[in-house]
């Protein structure tokens, strides 16, 4: 078994002075690309906003585009449309992945962000939390049966300088007519992991695994018996809200959903770039 295409994201999300600071960053065996926001901490609003690429098909030289587009948004929950809206230039073509990395990243920052944001108390923030995201990941859905709370999972409520890492990455690796295909999730507060085998001709998943070793409360690392449902499904077809109900929606985890999502395009991904004179 060798490996033949890799991808890795760093998402991290910073405070300095009066300004948030959010990059995050992809290399992987098809390119490699960083996108950067500056943001009010108070507000979420972008002050500014743009795209560094520095290796990718057909390129000829490293670029820095600004995207003037997403200045004023505010880098929280429902900013998907103007993110589709804003990036769809051809110059930032590929950007949008990576500036919705970023958002999720200011989203958990958050967690560290209590004065700025204008909750007066953990408790206060955590309530929000509860009423907001009720039903959205297995945590969420089964507050009834927490045992642990947001902060006490944490450990403390106050966090300087870097108050949000996040790293992933795909490995795809071959072995006869098999493919082992591998996602990994850690971050300041999570760690998942997701393996497929699957069948190299059609991507028909043929054994499936999910292991959840860090997460708020042992609620959510229940979610991991639905990777069992996705054996004898043709991988490379599936789409992410596919992925998601069977992977248990609202009672799934969030994070297993992003890595076996993230699988999907992997492999589709080594396809292409085994398909192209560069990758031959």
Known sequence: MHCVFQRF??????????????????????KEACARMII?????????????????????SPRMIEAPGLEGMTAYFDCGDTLREALSSPGLTGARDLFAESVRGIIQAETFLLEQRGYSSPLEYQNYWA????????????????????YEHIGYSERSG?????????????DNKNILLSGHLHDSFHSVA?????????????????????????VCTEAAVYMADMEGLLLPQMGKKEIAALLGAENGCVHLIDLVSDGAETVLLYRENESSPAGQ
């Not at 907001?132 to 045992?147: F, L």
């Not at 393996?195 to 042992?218: K, W, Y």
Request: proline residues 3%; glycine residues 6%; negative net charge.
């Open 9 to 30: 994201w760093h998402t991290n999300v910073r405070l300095e002075e009066e300004e948030l600071l959010a990059e995050s960053t992809y290399i992987g065996t098809d």
């Open 131 to 150: 009423n907001v995201y009720q039903g959205a990941c297995r945590y969420y859905s089964n507050m009834e049966r927490v045992k642990q709370r947001w």
């Open 194 to 218: 997701a393996v497929l085998e699957l069948d190299q001709e059609d991507g028909r998943i043929t054994n499936s695994r999910g292991d959840i070793l860090l997460a708020p409360d042992l």
């Open 162 to 174: 870097s108050l949000f890492n996040r790293m992933k990455s795909q490995a795809l690796h071959l």
């Open 40 to 60: 009010d901490p108070g507000s979420l609003v972008v002050r500014r906003a743009w795209w560094e690429i520095y290796r990718a098909p057909g390129l000829d």
